[in-house]
Nanobody, 126 residues
Framework: QVHLVESGGGVVQAGDSLRLSCVAS????????MAWFRQAPGKEREFVAA????????FYADAVKGRFTISRDNGKTEVLLQMNSLQQGDTGIYYC???????????????????WGQGTQVTVSS
């Protein structure tokens, strides 16, 4: 089992940057694909970015490609989301998610992930 805690959200202006952190505790972090999803008010949770076990593969939603970067530090059991050039459409609660250990998953599919953090709020104003 893995426990996830996100941090780093806040209120920023359009064009600003934020870096979200997700620290994991529990079993086999280095063997789990990790991802970020977000949920805007009144909308379904959507995929943002994902990274494979060893970090060799990353995958992004089209809406954030070129602006967001996902990375991981297996030694610190941490996954980061660097968000640049933030837009109002990026507003929402950002959730960290962990896939089952030692399992190949479809990185952008929400149902592939078995553990979720509590979320951190990101608000982008104009």
């Amino acid at each position: 089992q893995v426990h996830l805690v996100e941090s780093g959200g806040g209120v920023v202006q359009a064009g600003d940057s934020l870096r979200l952190s997700c620290v994991a505790s529990g079993s086999a972090f280095s063997l789990r694909a990790m991802a970020w999803f977000r949920q805007a008010p009144g909308k379904e949770r959507e995929f943002v970015a994902a990274i494979s076990w060893a970090g060799g593969t990353t995958f992004y939603a089209d809406a954030v490609k070129g602006r967001f970067t996902i990375s991981r530090d297996n030694g610190k059991t941490e996954v980061l989301l660097q968000m640049n050039s933030l837009q109002q459409g990026d507003t929402g609660i950002y959730y960290c998610a962990a896939a089952p250990m030692a399992t190949m998953v479809r990185l952008s599919e929400i149902n592939e992930y078995e553990a979720w953090g509590q979320g951190t709020q990101v608000t982008v104003s104009s």
